[in-house]
């Protein structure tokens, strides 16, 4: 509809392909079938998986446009791909944990499960090499992956998406437990980017406690492709 094509492969991470387009702020994001896990310890593939996570994506990244988040996300190719701005990603993970679980749980010995009094934010850096290692606003900033006031928009955006969200998809059914977000930089601007999908999320079903997204994969629960299918029904319906 507007004559984008598809130029040539920017980078392939363990999810998704980012590809170069004939215009200059504009990429291409493909979703891959790809899972990885415990740092690339575990691989596999879940059927389908890039289709749900491209059109799941688009869903939540159209409803914080219409919340004013700002995102990366311009509209849905195909089943497989998504036209975005062009980013500069940070090389930082913003992780919001309502609900304790995963390596939150482990590291503090806390019960999965587990409510907490208010969302808790953690920062990541962004490293395979050195398996993501947590750290903290000062070393963002001691470090120059973001400035000071990127931070605090990274922040305000953060707990902004934490509400919309877990509204959201207590309406579908779903305990949004904690979640992990990435943003860039557009036109000197920080936007969010990357995906909001079940590989991105823990989503327990708000009345069994079922999980519903990729613990599945990780602790071998069975009914892998069935959950991210399930997950998407309900934010369709
Ligand atoms: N997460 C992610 N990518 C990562 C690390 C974490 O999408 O590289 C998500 C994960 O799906 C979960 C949340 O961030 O929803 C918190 O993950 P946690 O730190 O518990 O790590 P994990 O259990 O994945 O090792």
Known sequence: MNNIEKGEMLYEGKAKKVYRTND????????????????????????????????????????????????????????REMLVKSVEILPVEVIVRNIAAGSMAKRLGLQEGR?????????????DELGDPLINEYHIEALEWATKEE??????????????????????????????????????????ADEVSPDTCRLWDATTGEKLDKDRFRRDLGNVEESYQEVLRRIKG
């Open 24 to 79: 200059r702020d504009k990429f291409i994001v493909e979703y891959k079938d790809d899972a990885t896990a415990f740092n690339g310890e575990k691989k596999g593939t879940i059927s389908n998986k890039g289709i749900v996570n491209n059109k799941m994506s688009a869903v939540i990244f159209q409803l914080l446009q219409d919340m004013e988040i700002e995102n990366h996300y311009i509209e849905v190719l195909s089943d």
């Open 115 to 127: 409510k907490m009094k208010t969302p808790i934010l953690e920062f990541c850096y962004k490293s």
């Open 151 to 192: 931070i605090k928009t990274i922040k305000d955006y953060t707990f902004r998406i934490n509400e919309i969200l877990s509204v959201y998809f207590l309406e579908k059914n779903l305990t949004l437990v904690d979640f992990k977000l990435e943003f860039g930089l557009h036109n000197g601007r920080v936007i969010l």
